[in-house]
């Protein structure tokens, strides 16, 4: 590691302890404004799962809600090593790089524990297919939106072949939650069908064929012949 590295790298730690401070620090219009955001796309996630027990549905609001908040926290640290890395880097990209991996590094653990735990609260209020719903709607239902597109492109697809799409757009999803930003979380998916094409294509499926068939208007359903 040379020292521009060094310096770099030791700033990611100086710049963490800021974080955390402005975080205390700042509990003004911007947070009220942000808890306002985030209460609102919980109580969107919460509608779907169409939950009779108002208490129930309340502990689980609380659940997402919390949820946004505590992975706000993990990127806004993250963000801002990055960021104070850069403008101490300069021109130097090695150095620049290497402490946005470091930054990537500190936070994935956090990132991992506490997916772990949202999961493990939401399963001890709802159902498996409920917990599904709401990893939808923590990601925009790319996953399945995703998958009812490949199906129309290769109609003639194994279900090998389902499974194997399904299974790697369910792993972008679990990723994607812990997304900071619809970019990000994007990004993860665009990454998984990157993955997906080079699959198909492997397979021999044609994918100018599959952009033709998903153009195509879907069958009007047929009528009742006349007896």
């Given at each position: 590691m040379n020292k521009q590295v060094l310096i770099v790298t030791l700033a990611l730690f100086g710049a963490a302890?800021?974080?955390q401070e402005a975080q205390k620090s700042e509990p003004g219009a911007k947070d009220v404004a942000y808890t306002r955001t985030i209460a609102g796309r919980a109580t969107k996630i919460t509608s779907t799962l169409e939950l009779a027990d108002p208490a129930k549905s309340n502990r689980v609001h609380g659940i997402i809600v919390q949820q946004y908040r505590d992975l706000n926290i993990i990127h806004e640290t993250r963000d801002i090593q990055i960021k104070s890395a850069k403008e101490k880097a300069g021109a130097d990209k090695a150095a620049t790089t290497t402490v946005i991996e470091a930054a990537r590094?500190?936070?994935k653990p956090k990132l991992d524990k506490l997916h772990?735990?949202?999961l493990a609260k939401l399963s001890a209020e709802l159902?498996?297919?409920?917990?599904?719903?709401?990893k939808d709607g923590l990601t925009y239902g790319v996953a399945p939106l995703t998958y009812g597109v490949y199906l129309k492109m290769y109609p003639e697809l194994t279900d090998e072949q389902k499974?194997?799409?399904k299974a790697w757009l369910n792993e972008a999803r679990e990723l994607a939650m812990d997304g900071s930003t619809s970019d990000e979380k994007h990004a993860v998916f665009g990454k998984y069908k990157g993955k997906i094409n080079n699959y198909l294509s492997k397979a021999g499926y044609d994918a100018k064929?599959?952009?033709?068939?998903l153009k195509r208007p879907a069958p009007a359903a047929s009528e009742p012949q006349a007896k």
């Amino acid at each position: 590691m040379n020292k521009q590295v060094l310096i770099v790298t030791l700033a990611l730690f100086g710049a963490a302890a800021f974080a955390q401070e402005a975080q205390k620090s700042e509990p003004g219009a911007k947070d009220v404004a942000y808890t306002r955001t985030i209460a609102g796309r919980a109580t969107k996630i919460t509608s779907t799962l169409e939950l009779a027990d108002p208490a129930k549905s309340n502990r689980v609001h609380g659940i997402i809600v919390q949820q946004y908040r505590d992975l706000n926290i993990i990127h806004e640290t993250r963000d801002i090593q990055i960021k104070s890395a850069k403008e101490k880097a300069g021109a130097d990209k090695a150095a620049t790089t290497t402490v946005i991996e470091a930054a990537r590094a500190e936070a994935k653990p956090k990132l991992d524990k506490l997916h772990g735990e949202f999961l493990a609260k939401l399963s001890a209020e709802l159902s498996t297919e409920q917990v599904e719903k709401v990893k939808d709607g923590l990601t925009y239902g790319v996953a399945p939106l995703t998958y009812g597109v490949y199906l129309k492109m290769y109609p003639e697809l194994t279900d090998e072949q389902k499974m194997q799409i399904k299974a790697w757009l369910n792993e972008a999803r679990e990723l994607a939650m812990d997304g900071s930003t619809s970019d990000e979380k994007h990004a993860v998916f665009g990454k998984y069908k990157g993955k997906i094409n080079n699959y198909l294509s492997k397979a021999g499926y044609d994918a100018k064929k599959g952009e033709q068939n998903l153009k195509r208007p879907a069958p009007a359903a047929s009528e009742p012949q006349a007896k």
